[in-house]
């Protein structure tokens, strides 16, 4: 039964965590051959620490913790939705998608866009939303910037873009498709062009104010210097 399953899982406490270790962590893996057990707010205690570490715990309105079951083992994860309806997995040992790849678009009726590569960027920037004085938004987040063509028509419906990709060869080349695809497209990547991607410019920022004492004051002028404005 499934509370049989919830039971051992739990039992195994951090096995099914622990031994889902993909050989490449960076590398997503496609799981076809699943069953999801369980869909919850997220409570397990290696989820949650693994989201302090990422510094984005306080993000959890996005996210949720599921049980799943591949090849009679059983794991679980945390979950973001994603269009059709699939989940994409993170933990701190694996990166899976459970059903079809696709976008996460979250829609707030604005006529702004923001487009972000993964899931942990985009809480990362909702982090700092506030100190940025940014305006509301739409947001895409890709789960993956090999979905970047994908989004070429969608981005037609908004008057300006902006775009929080990676700091890569991969970010630079889908940076310049979706830019040549339509007009007031924004590349933001100038505010963490130090650091790899967003969320790692976020816990860099998180470790200076936790060894300075200062908080985020000066982070909308950095913005603002830095994007020009």
């Not at 965590?17 to 869909?39: C, D, G, M, R, W």
């Not at 510094?55 to 945390?78: A, R, S």
């Not at 889908?174 to 505010?191: F, P, S, T």
Request: glycine content about 4%; aromatic content about 10%; charged content about 30%.
């Amino acid at each position: 039964s499934i509370k049989e399953v919830l039971a051992w899982a739990e039992q195994q406490n951090f096995s099914s965590f622990q031994h889902q270790s993909n050989p490449n962590p960076k590398q997503e893996t496609l799981a076809n051959n699943y069953t999801i057990i369980e869909v919850k707010d997220i409570q397990h205690p290696a989820l949650l620490e693994y989201l302090k570490s990422r510094k984005v715990e306080n993000q959890t309105t996005y996210l949720k913790e599921i049980h799943y079951q591949i090849n009679d083992k059983c794991y679980f994860g945390i979950g973001f939705k994603n269009d059709s309806g699939g989940y994409e997995i993170r933990n701190k040992y694996s990166k899976i998608c459970l059903g079809k790849k696709d976008i996460s678009t979250i829609k707030n009726g604005e006529e702004s866009l923001r487009i972000f590569e993964g899931f942990f960027d985009f809480l990362s920037f909702k982090n700092i939303e506030d100190n940025l004085q940014k305006e509301p938004s739409d947001y895409i987040i890709l789960n993956s910037v090999s979905m970047s063509p994908k989004i070429k028509n969608l981005i037609q419906n908004y008057q300006k873009v902006e775009l929080y990709f990676d700091n890569d060869n991969a970010g630079n080349r889908a940076v310049e498709m979706i830019k040549n695809a339509g007009e007031n497209i924004e590349d933001c990547r100038i505010l963490y062009k130090n650091h790899k991607d967003l969320n790692e410019f976020l816990m860099s920022w998180e470790m200076r104010k936790r060894d300075t004492g200062r908080e985020y004051e000066d982070l909308n002028k950095i913005n603002t210097r830095k994007l020009g404005r």
